[in-house]
């Protein structure tokens, strides 16, 4: 019995020190947003786009969804074909506009005239005259013209049936399948009219498949992928290929800081979860410089590093991080000092 209860107490010992230590937990977990440079950045004078195309001519047309799928059912939707279609167009630069702005780094129009004459002299299309950019530029009040100077798109479809096994039924049954794939090509160039200077031509090409299998044709094409919902689709993917080319990506990353110490840590703590990280770390410095113990002294250090770098600032945040690794080694303070010099070394190599 003795043995039995003694045992028990030892659960009781153990059950205690981890409810304790999850009462204790002394670190707040948070997501931050991490910027990464675009690959192909615009210069910084260029804040603002005026964004149109020269890519629409006489071959392109806007059929509804119903009547566009007819084209291809009346093929039994075995069909390869050139697909001009005026919605993707527009939907591609709509969509631009919006990715552009959303990354924080430009502002846009879009004129409700953007659809210009063609300079058809070649496969790819002329660059624009600079009597339009400046005009564009100067009349939309935007630093830059991006056009869509080219723009095609050939859709290929197929359909067929294929044998599979039940084995509930045990038997071989057939299944009716589609396929779709959209290959599309996209030129963009960026004017600058006070330079009358082509600042970049990205040549995009790319292809979408679609595809699917029921056990009746109906049940098929009633779930299937639209061809004009597709082209759409080409469209956002054509946006957001050039969109990533010239305008900075946000990814998200895990950060963890102290919350536990004294008052002051606690207030530093209230004012940081509120977004105030300036006043928080001004509080985290005092807290540093006041410190009686070196515990108390690094979580503040290495609050500050959190901070500086939430602030955009890499080089205050790898000084103070190492400020606080050199008051009290901690395994999360190395391990932040390596993240902090990895996220240097992918700027530096951008």
């Excluded at 003795?2 to 937990?25: A, E, M, Q, R, W």
């Excluded at 939309?140 to 067929?160: I, M, N, Q």
């Excluded at 002294?297 to 890499?314: C, F, H, T």
């Amino acid at each position: 019995m003795k043995k039995k209860f003694s045992k028990t107490g030892n659960y009781l010992t153990v059950l205690i020190f981890l409810i304790l230590g999850y009462s204790c937990v002394s670190t707040q977990s948070l997501l931050i947003e991490i910027p990464e440079p675009a690959p192909k950045n615009l210069p910084a004078n260029i804040q603002s786009l005026t964004i149109v195309t020269q890519a629409v001519d006489n071959n392109y047309s806007d059929l509804s969804s119903d009547s566009l799928q007819n084209i291809f059912y009346e093929k039994n939707f075995r069909y390869d074909t050139v697909v001009y279609d005026f919605q993707m167009a527009d939907t591609t630069m709509k969509a631009l506009g919006e990715l552009l702005f959303e990354s924080g780094r430009y502002d846009y129009v879009i004129p409700e005239n953007r659809f210009l004459p063609p300079q058809r002299s070649s496969f790819f299309g002329l660059p624009l005259p600079w009597d339009t950019i400046k005009n564009l530029a100067q009349t939309f009040e935007t630093d830059a013209v991006l056009s869509l100077d080219h723009l095609k798109t050939r859709v290929v479809t197929d359909y067929g049936s294929e044998s599979y096994f039940d084995p509930f039924q045990d038997g071989f049954f057939s299944a009716a399948t589609a396929q779709m794939q959209i290959m599309y090509e996209a030129l963009f160039r960026v004017y600058d009219p006070a330079q009358e200077k082509v600042l970049m031509r990205e040549f995009l090409r790319d292809t979408l498949y679609w595809e699917d299998t029921d056990v009746s044709t109906r049940n098929l094409f009633t779930k299937f992928t639209p061809v004009k919902q597709a082209l759409t689709e080409a469209g956002i993917s054509i946006a957001l290929d050039f969109s990533e080319k010239i305008s900075m990506i946000w990814f998200t990353e895990q950060r963890n800081f102290f919350i536990k110490g004294n008052t002051e840590m606690k207030q530093a703590t209230q004012l940081a979860n509120s977004g105030d990280w300036q006043t928080a770390i001004a509080l985290w410095k005092e807290i540093s410089e006041n410190a009686g113990s070196k515990t108390l002294r690094s979580k503040a250090q290495y609050n500050i590093a959190v901070g500086n770098e939430i602030l955009g600032d890499l080089n205050a945040a790898v000084s103070w991080a190492l400020k606080s690794y050199n008051t009290m080694y901690r395994p999360i303070t190395y391990e932040y000092l390596q993240i902090l010099e990895r996220r240097k070394s992918e700027l530096k190599n951008k």
